[in-house]
């Protein structure tokens, strides 16, 4: 049955409604799936992941902007532009609605902690959940459940590939350089994706380095943009960034985190 996405007034409800449709019906897949895209393999990890998403189902605590987005990419809201307003106006919403503390403060406990952070040593009961959550993610893991989010539309032989850098094909020395979320192309064009800073003021990496950061595709190969400025809250403005350059080579899709932001690749013929 199709969510009536316009009849929901509070964002985990929808979020919740979401989740089972598209065949969440409990969190082991799903924390799955973000182990998978944020990179994290920890045991700890997924624990942490499953009490999270649990947490944000129930509406016991609201998602940081940085989870709302990964988790945005993970249930694909961006394919269902039906569902995406409603979504994030009851994000905004919900965060509007954080509970106050004695001071009259937005709550910082109403905000789940990024759920990659290992949870806090526990024992007795707590410690069986541990042990019963690691063997879960174990058997995922064997059975092939903790599945990649790109998809690989071509050869195998094609993937292999795609792990070597390729040549410079755009400059970016000295321009600004903007992160994109989602990027579309056809085979044959680059586009500038991020831009890898080191600290604020400095230059950045070189290119080895930030390539070996980079995940493999099965779509495209990266290369290295130049030098540039990246804009960066974190330095409260400008700072030297080496741009990250995608070049589509081969239909598909891919899906991964890249400097903490969710990013999406789709390329077509």
């Known amino acids: 049955m199709a969510v009536a996405f316009d009849s929901f007034e509070e964002w985990h409800k929808l979020f919740d409604a979401l989740c089972i ?3 969440h019906l409990d969190n082991a897949k799903l924390a799955s799936e973000y182990c998978t895209i944020t990179k994290k393999k920890a045991v700890t990890a997924y624990e942490s992941s499953l009490k999270s998403l649990s947490n944000w189902r129930q509406g016991l605590h609201t998602p940081s902007r940085r989870n709302f987005r990964i988790l945005t990419l993970l249930l694909r809201i961006e394919d269902a532009p039906e569902a995406l307003p409603h979504w994030s106006r009851l994000y905004e919403e919900a965060q509007r609605r954080k509970p106050a503390d004695g001071n009259g403060d937005a709550s910082q406990t109403a905000t789940t902690p990024e759920i990659d952070q290992a949870p806090a040593a526990a024992s007795g009961g707590r410690t069986r959940l541990r042990l ?8 995922l893991v064997a059975g092939g459940a903790v599945l990649a989010l790109g998809t690989f539309d071509g050869p195998q032989t094609h993937a292999a590939a795609f792990t070597q850098p390729g040549a410079q094909v755009l400059d970016m020395t000295g ?3 903007e992160a994109h979320e989602m990027v579309a192309a056809k085979v044959g064009q680059s586009v500038v ?5 080191g600290r604020c003021g400095e230059q950045p990496p070189d290119w080895e380095e930030v390539f070996q950061g980079l995940p493999p595709l099965s779509n495209g190969v990266w290369s290295d943009g130049g030098v540039g400025i990246r804009v960066s809250r974190a330095c409260s403005g400008g700072t030297p960034a080496r741009a990250v ?7 598909g899709e891919e899906r991964f985190t890249l400097y903490d932001d969710p990013i999406t690749i789709r390329v077509t013929e």
Not at 132 to 138: D, I, K, N, P, Q
């Open 245 to 251: 350059v995608f070049t589509a080579t081969h239909p």
């Open 132 to 139: 019963a959550a690691a063997a879960v993610f174990l058997v």
């Open 193 to 197: 994706v991020h831009g890898s800073r």
């Open 21 to 23: 449709e598209r065949g």
């Open 175 to 177: 321009q600004r350089i």
